[in-house]
């Protein structure tokens, strides 16, 4: 028997793709935050769910200014940045419950940034045993929840 499986958000991406243009984070600070996935904002940086991400939950905290080195930011995004992290740590242990996380700034295309130009650090909550084949087989995530519905949840969570 054949099983489907269903990522329905992607296929604006993969559609327009290569079309896309200018920076993913400036774009979402200046769009509705339903539209660009954000969870919160706070004075000099924001947190928003990852597009494309590695498991439900998977947020994205990026200072609002355009830079793409760790020793552009100032104090002030630093110190804001890291609170965002933290309080993304804790919204995201109580709403989803995970056994642990992975934090992360990919710097560089060699390091793995998808977005070089604007730093970003990744917040992942991850569970034990959830890996399985279709990574390595597949080269597919399996991501049980819908963006929108993360989002619902995490908006709602952030203010509790």
């Known amino acids: 028997m054949t099983k489907s499986l269903w990522a329905p958000w992607r296929v ?7 079309e896309q ?9 200046k769009a509705a935050d339903d539209d660009a996935l954000v969870v919160h904002r706070s004075t000099s940086a924001f947190a928003l769910l990852n597009r494309f991400p590695y498991s439900s939950g998977h947020l994205m905290v990026a200072p609002y200014r ?6 552009e930011l ?9 609170e965002l992290v933290v309080r993304s740590l804790e919204v995201l ?8 996380f992975n934090l992360g700034w990919n710097l560089g295309q060699a390091a ?3 977005v070089v130009d604007h730093v970003h650090e990744h917040v992942v ?3 034990l045993g959830d890996t399985n084949f279709m990574p ?3 080269d597919v995530r399996v991501v049980p929840e819908h963006l929108e519905r993360s989002r619902e949840r995490l908006v709602a969570a952030w203010t509790k």
């Open 12 to 18: 604006e991406y993969v559609g327009n793709a290569s």
């Open 21 to 29: 243009k200018g920076c993913v984070f400036c774009s979402a600070q």
């Open 66 to 71: 355009h830079v793409g080195a760790l020793g």
């Open 74 to 82: 100032t104090g002030e995004e630093i110190g804001d940045m890291h």
């Open 93 to 100: 242990a109580a709403e989803y419950r995970p056994d642990g």
């Open 112 to 114: 793995g940034a998808g």
């Open 125 to 127: 909550p991850r569970w």
């Open 136 to 138: 390595v087989l597949a």
